[in-house]
């Protein structure tokens, strides 16, 4: 019986000492018993006078109880009954098997996504109708090849890359260049994997986004405002503003 705990060895020798005396003084009930007789059910009363009986009579010398050995002793570490016991372990209560919902942070692609992209988009025709209502923007004469305008001006979201013709050859500021922006805006998906949707999460791809967007906004604010006859620097708070929407 070496793989019992002492304390469960100790616990089932109070448990045999303690039903030996019960069952000699069953004859003789005191007032104690009587009173504790009172608070403990009829039925385990009933379990335990069983039980004491069973070990008084396995004490007897030849007399043979179920499940206790044929040789009129009980083993060491028997519980009531002559009934052998051994721990197998010790599990906190609870269940086995985890049933909490994992919550998932996603959600349908319709309604929640084509629902707030539907709305946008009649905000911003509802926007660009307002706009176009209260504000002219009528169509120049004809362009004469005689009389070229000075300066002369893209549009402002191509000023960018006219900026960039006056500072690297052709072939660098309108192929090389946006063509190299082009390909790292089609690879930011790939290079950033991160899933996290708060902008400290991803700094790498968040600070990449705004030098681009930053370097494209300088170029169009000085192509716009600081370029004046023949495309030369100027500063606009002396020579003027030469930009039309």
Same mark, same amino acid.
């Given at each position: 019986?070496?793989?019992?705990? !002492?304390? *469960? ?14 069952? @000699? ?6 007032? /104690? ?16 006078? /069983? ?6 009579? /396995? !004490? ?10 044929? $040789? ?7 519980? %009531?009954?002559?009934? &052998?016991?051994? *721990? *197998? #372990? @010790? @599990? ?9 919902? @994992? ?5 349908? &692609? ?14 911003? #025709? ?10 002219? /923007?009528?169509? =120049?004469?004809?362009? $004469?090849?005689?009389?070229? +305008? ?19 050859? %052709? ?13 790292? *805006? ?8 991160? !899933?996290? $949707?708060? +902008? !400290? ?17 300088? =170029? ?11 495309? $030369? ?13």
């Amino acid at each position: 019986m070496a793989g019992i705990p !002492e304390h *469960l060895l100790k616990r089932a020798q109070e448990a045999r000492e303690k039903a030996a005396a019960e069952a @000699v003084g069953a004859s003789a009930p005191t007032a /104690a018993s009587s009173d504790a007789g009172s608070r403990i059910p009829a039925d385990l009363l009933e379990r335990s006078k /069983a039980a004491s009986g069973a070990v008084a009579l /396995a !004490e007897k010398p030849g007399a043979v109880v179920a499940g206790a050995p044929t $040789n009129g002793s009980i083993p060491y570490g028997a519980g %009531p009954g002559g009934h &052998t016991q051994r *721990l *197998l #372990t @010790v @599990v906190k209560s609870g269940s086995i098997q985890d049933v909490k919902a @994992v919550p998932v942070d996603k959600v349908h &692609t319709w309604p929640h996504l084509l629902g707030i992209e539907f709305v946008a988009s009649l905000a911003c #025709t509802a926007f660009v109708f307002m706009f176009s209502w209260f504000v002219n /923007a009528p169509l =120049l004469q004809a362009a $004469n090849f005689n009389r070229t +305008p000075n300066p002369s001006k893209a549009p402002w979201y191509f000023l960018g890359l006219q900026e960039l013709l006056t500072m690297f050859h %052709p072939m660098i500021a309108g192929v090389t260049i946006p063509g190299m922006g082009i390909i790292a *805006l089609m690879f930011a998906p790939y290079l950033d994997r991160n !899933e996290s $949707n708060r +902008p !400290e999460d991803r700094k790498f791809m968040t600070s990449l986004m705004t030098v681009h967007l930053m370097f494209w906004a300088v =170029l169009v604010i000085i192509g716009s405002f600081f370029r004046g006859p023949g495309f $030369n620097f100027v500063f606009p708070w002396r020579e003027g503003i030469f930009f039309e929407l």
